[in-house]
């Protein structure tokens, strides 16, 4: 099935909302083992993109990799924003999401009086006006630059990362799951990239005491765990 490219056409009608910077957001990183999540915020215009953009999944490595100078010299704006793995263990991941995006969007040279989100939840707010749109880094033009610009560099951060440590495979998987990565846990345990609170520490006997149980205030009472349910959900 042919890929379709993404348009203008949500940011247009923010524009005549009223929005006259509009910003993409999208995020990367939400489903690893270990290391950061990062978000992307990209300010386009209404200029043409350059050939072939998408959603970075839909691109090859190569593709993506050269594409993203490409990116980078079009965009009027973009920034990028992390949240370690131990922000996501102490905040959760909706959270840690929020916390990248805002440092994104605070990195930006310009201030944007709309955002364009991925997906069907607002993990921002306010005092962003958010739009959020499922699939929205395949059918808009700004979050698709920015899923392109967050997944390249978060992939060439976690190759860095992964020198440290090459038997986890950081520089293939990027710190999501892999016969590699899940066989160096077995025999070596976490690193400090990894998120430990995630439930993938759960099928770790040789290491799960080392498993960090988040703990949420006013849910259930000051102190209590984290619901099962999200760690399973993070963790998969």
Known sequence: ?????????VERSLRRAGAKIVVGLDEVGRGAWAGPVTVGAAVTGLRRPPEGLTDSKLLTELR???????????????????ASALECDELGMTAALRLAAVRALEALPVEPDAVILDGKHDYL???????????????????????????????????????ANPEYGFADNAGYPSPVHRAALDEFGPTEQHRVSWAFMDGLPK???????????????????A???EQLALGF
């Not at 099935?1 to 056409?9: A, E, K, L, Y």
């Not at 993506?64 to 992390?82: F, K, M, Q, S």
């Not at 808009?140 to 860095?160: F, N, P």
């Open 227 to 229: 619901p099962a349910g």
């Open 64 to 82: 993506r990799e050269a594409l993203a100078p490409v990116l980078a010299d079009w965009v009027t704006a973009y920034a990028l924003g992390h």
């Open 125 to 163: 707010g306010g005092p962003w006006r958010v739009r959020t749109v499922i699939k929205g880094d395949q059918s808009c033009i700004c979050v698709s630059a920015a899923s392109v610009l967050a997944k390249v560099h978060r992939d060439g951060l976690m190759a860095d990362l992964g020198e």
């Open 1 to 9: 099935m042919p890929i379709v490219p993404p348009t203008h056409s």
């Open 207 to 225: 290491w799960r005491h080392l498993k960090r149980i988040r703990v949420v205030e006013g849910v259930g009472g000051a102190g209590s765990e």
